[in-house]
C-alpha cells in the first residue's frame, strides 16, 4: 500500500539524487514510479541491510539529517509517494523504499532545507 515520506534532494528544475541515481541517472522523472536499485550493503559498523531509496517519516525527521549533514546549500525536502517499505537498521531514522514517485505538485511544494 502506498505512503507519503519525505525525502532530501538536491534543487533544481527537477529533482536530483544527492548520492546514488537510478540506472545511471541522477535526475529523478516527474510523475513516474522509480524502482530502486536493491543490494545487500554495509555501512560503516552498522549492520547489513538492502538498500533502497532513503526517506523519512516526517519533514521533522528530515531537521533531524540536517544536523548530521555536511552541506545543506541547494537541498530540499520533497514529500514522495513510496511503496515496499522498511526501516533502515541505524540509528538515524532512515525509512527506505523500494518503489517511490515524485509528483510534480509535491516538487512544486518542496522545503529548502536551510533556515528550517
Same mark, same amino acid.
Given at each position: ?10 534543487? &533544481? ?10 540506472? &545511471? ?18 555501512? &560503516? ?69 536551510? &533556515?528550517?
Amino acid at each position: 500500500m502506498p505512503a507519503i515520506l519525505w525525502k532530501v534532494f538536491q534543487d &533544481g528544475e527537477r529533482p536530483t539524487f544527492l548520492y546514488h541515481g537510478v540506472a &545511471g541517472d541522477k535526475v529523478v522523472p516527474l510523475d513516474t514510479w522509480l524502482a530502486a536499485e536493491v543490494k545487500w550493503r554495509k555501512e &560503516g559498523s552498522s549492520p547489513y541491510y538492502w538498500t533502497g531509496f532513503h526517506c523519512y517519516a516526517s519533514l521533522y525527521a528530515v531537521v533531524g539529517w540536517t544536523r548530521r549533514a555536511h552541506r545543506l546549500d541547494g537541498r530540499v525536502a520533497c514529500q514522495v509517494i513510496v511503496e515496499q517499505t522498511r526501516p533502515k537498521p541505524t540509528r538515524g531514522g532512515a525509512i527506505l523504499a523500494e518503489r517511490m514517485r515524485v509528483t510534480s505538485a509535491a516538487w512544486a511544494a518542496r522545503r529548502r532545507l536551510t &533556515g528550517l
